[in-house]
Nanobody, 123 residues
């Protein structure tokens, strides 16, 4: 059983940066691929980025790859999402999930969902 906790969300102005964390307090995550998702009010869930076990392979939503960076530190059981040059349309609830495959659109292989952290980009 893995319990994932998301944190780092905040209210920021457009152009600002945030680093989100997804941390497991109950078990190691090194064997798992982790995907970050987000959901804006009134919109469908969107896959943001994923990072495979070992960290060698990462994958991003095309529209976000120039501004977002996913990374992991397995010694801390943590996966991070660095978000730069934030825009109002990045507003939403961000949450992570531990899964088997690195993908953004299919959730059938997800083993554990994490708690979300709210990101609000507003002037």
């Amino acid at each position: 059983q893995i319990q994932l906790e998301g944190s780092g969300g905040d209210v920021v102005q457009p152009g600002g940066s945030l680093r989100l964390s997804c941390v497991s307090s109950t078990s190691t995550v090194d064997a798992w691929t982790v995907t970050w998702f987000r959901q804006a009010p009134g919109k469908e869930r969107e896959g943001v980025a994923c990072i495979q076990s070992g960290g060698k392979n990462v994958f991003y939503a095309d529209s976000l790859k120039d501004r977002f960076t996913i990374s992991r530190d397995d010694s801390k059981n943590a996966v991070y999402l660095q978000m730069n040059n934030l825009k109002p349309e990045d507003t939403g609830l961000y949450y992570c999930a531990a899964r088997l495959l690195c993908r953004l659109t299919d959730t059938s292989d997800i083993g554990f969902w994490g708690q979300g952290t709210q990101v609000t980009v507003s002037s």
